[in-house]
Nanobody, 127 residues
Framework: QVQVVESGGGLVQAGGSLRLSCTAS????????MGWFRQAPGKEREGVSCISWSPGRTYYADSVSGRFAVSKDNGKNALYLQMDSLRPEDSAMYYC????????????????????WGQGTQVTVGS
């Protein structure tokens, strides 16, 4: 059974940093792209950053480019999102996703209907 679990969200002040973590089990990691989406009330779901496990090419949304960095640790079956220079508009529920046979850019553009999603972790940035 596939399970995707996020952690690391919280409340920070504008300009602060958070590091989100995600673990995915029950799948062959080399066969899946992994990524981070977010959704705030009244806004559409947005692909924030995605990475191919094999090869590990990355994608970033324009809104976070230069401030966020995605990385992975295959030994720990983990995906991370380092978020720096946070802004109030970054406040959202952040979701980790695993998608079979995809490139990172493709995943962030349109996750498949068979993608596996985590439960989400809340990020709130005060002004």
């Amino acid at each position: 059974q596939v399970q995707v679990v996020e952690s690391g969200g919280g409340l920070v002040q504008a300009g602060g940093s958070l590091r989100l973590s995600c673990t995915a089990s029950g799948l062959t990691f080399g066969d899946y792209a992994m990524g981070w989406f977010r959704q705030a009330p009244g806004k559409e779901r947005e692909g924030v950053s995605c990475i191919s496990w094999s090869p590990g090419r990355t994608y970033y949304a324009d809104s976070v480019s230069g401030r966020f960095a995605v990385s992975k640790d295959n030994g720990k079956n983990a995906l991370y999102l380092q978020m720096d220079s946070l802004r109030p508009e970054d406040s959202a529920m952040y979701y980790c996703v695993a998608d079979y046979g995809r490139f990172g850019s493709s995943l962030c553009s349109r996750p498949s209907g068979k993608a596996y999603w985590g439960q989400g972790t809340q990020v709130t940035v005060g002004s």
